[in-house]
């Protein structure tokens, strides 16, 4: 039986790192198994805040990949914020650390680029997607943000050709993303960027949404939205590596970037004060991290007692990020505190479920996260302001560490295989 076309426009496509470039590198690895042939529209010359060359060798190897030239007006941001890579990643100094340089870039952004930075190669794209789709008998489209600007790909597109099926995969939300309200909007810049959102919401086949709470608040706002989370590939687990008795510790790792609007202070706060009062703790105690972590809050932690005990690993492959989640017995995970980011489920859960580690979770109550991790039995969710519970979690599972029973096998984890997401896609296609 011939395979059906489905073409994917992304953004983020290897060498590109970080969790945005899993979601459709897995889908389209599995898309073959269940009868679509996908092919994958991603720009000549992106400038990604993150490369990881590593994740070229899971780019299937007979798939088709069209690209463009896009043009990104990053040159200015460089010159008015040195912290360029943060502007790039959707990442930014808030409240008392913002210099009238950042200050000036997010206004830039927010007003000037909208939806995004991305948005000179909507028109282009649309003019070539128009003539390729026809030439190749593809009428099932999916656009992938953020960027959001994609989406107004699919719409341009839409319009051209109204026979196109067109699914719309939001992988974080548009104005209901925790830093929309830090862009320093103005009246008719936030007007027009809902604008386009609701046009989005309206004019798309299916919005798919990676959290349950998003999809429920985008059929709100008119959407047909569908929940298909991220999830985790088997073929993805690391070995944990040789260690002697002598030189293994009790470790609590953080895997990925963290920046200022996520920052657990009160978890610093709590492992401060336990490596100081519980002397064994504090001869067998690691906090590791292995990704990017924002310089205020790497400063804020090696001006404390845990300086001695921080192993900083900068960024590291998606292989090697694996491994040393085995190489863990607790992960630490962080959302946005307030109430509108609960249903933001990050990628690296499903990969942390995957290791079988202990799961220490922080963000608003009642989050998607917290309702996973009741659900697989695999850890704990706490709110920003939670200091005793945390360091009763904390020293529970130090003492079972310690007695070789901090062993974990986490339940009904398959759901979220990737696999099993992308037969669920598929039928919804």
Known sequence: ???????????????????????????????????????????????????????IKEIPEDIEIV??????????????????????????????????????????????????????????????LEKYLKENKIDTVVTSGPPHSLHL?????????????????????????????????????????RQLENAVFKNADITLATSYTDA??????????????????????GERSEESNEKKTFTLSYIGVLEQLRN?????????????????????????????????????????????????????SHGKAVEEMQNSDILLITNFPNDSSKGIIPGKIFEYLASGKQILSFGPDKADVAKILEETQAGKHFGYTDYEMVKQFILDRFELWKNGKLSQNPQSIEQFSRRNLTKKLTEIL
Not at 38 to 55: F, H, R
Not at 74 to 85: F, I, R, V
Not at 163 to 184: M, N, Q
């Open 67 to 128: 690209r463009t030239r896009i043009w990104e007006p990053y040159q200015l941001a460089e010159k008015l914020n040195k912290s360029n890579k943060k502007f790039k990643a959707g990442q930014f100094d808030v409240g008392k650390n913002q210099s009238w340089k950042s200050k000036l870039s997010i206004w830039v952004r927010g007003n000037f680029f909208i939806p995004d930075a991305r948005v000179f190669w909507v028109k282009p794209s649309i003019a070539f």
């Open 153 to 193: 790909i699919g719409l341009g597109l839409k319009e051209k050709l109204p026979g196109l099926k067109w699914v719309a995969d939001f992988r974080d939300p548009w104005t209901e993303i925790s830093y929309y309200t830090h862009l320093k909007l103005t009246k008719s810049s936030d007007k027009r960027h």
């Open 264 to 316: 657990p202070e009160n978890l610093w706060k709590v492992l401060d004060e336990l490596v100081n009062e519980n002397a064994e703790l504090s001869k067998n105690f690691t906090l590791k991290f292995a990704g990017r972590i924002d310089d205020k809050i790497m400063s804020f932690i090696e001006n404390s007692s845990l300086k001695n005990h921080i192993l900083n690993l900068g960024y590291l």
């Open 216 to 237: 429920e608040n985008f059929r709100k706002a008119g959407a047909n939205a569908v929940c298909i989370t991220n999830g985790f590939d088997a073929s993805d687990s």
């Open 1 to 55: 039986m011939e395979q059906k076309k489905i073409l994917i426009i992304t953004y983020y496509w290897p060498p590109a790192g970080g969790p945005g470039v899993q979601r459709w590198l897995k889908f389209a690895k599995y898309l073959p198994d269940f009868g679509w042939k996908p092919v994958i529209y991603t720009p000549e010359n992106p400038s990604y805040p993150l490369v990881d060359e590593s994740l």
